[in-house]
């Protein structure tokens, strides 16, 4: 038997897997995309030949103006699964404790 008071603590323990894979994809979109818009702002003769190494992972990809929105786009789907993955290990593991 629960009481009103373990359902309450329940629900402030419990991570919602959405809005955290919602903050992870925008953290990781938006880090690829700014980084990606400063190499290219900087320019010069092989402008992020580090980044551009992403293209393996990310078809599509380049250090340009359009490739930073490409990039966003797969950082956030790729930080959204994580923030998902990382809201559902939590969840589990407060729910096996107790």
């Known amino acids: 038997m629960t009481t009103e008071r373990d359902q309450l603590q329940r629900a402030i323990l419990q991570l919602n897997e959405r809005a955290w894979g919602v903050a992870f994809g925008l953290l990781l ?3 690829i995309f700014l980084a990606t818009v400063v190499l290219v702002i900087k320019g010069g003769p092989n402008p992020g030949q580090h980044l551009g190494l992403l293209r393996a992972y990310f078809p599509g990809y380049r250090v340009t ?29 407060v729910h096996a404790r107790r």
């Open 29 to 31: 979109g938006g880090g």
């Open 65 to 93: 103006t359009i490739g930073s929105f490409v990039g966003f786009v797969y950082g956030f789907v790729v930080g959204y699964g994580i923030g998902r993955l990382v809201g559902w290990i939590y969840n589990r593991l």
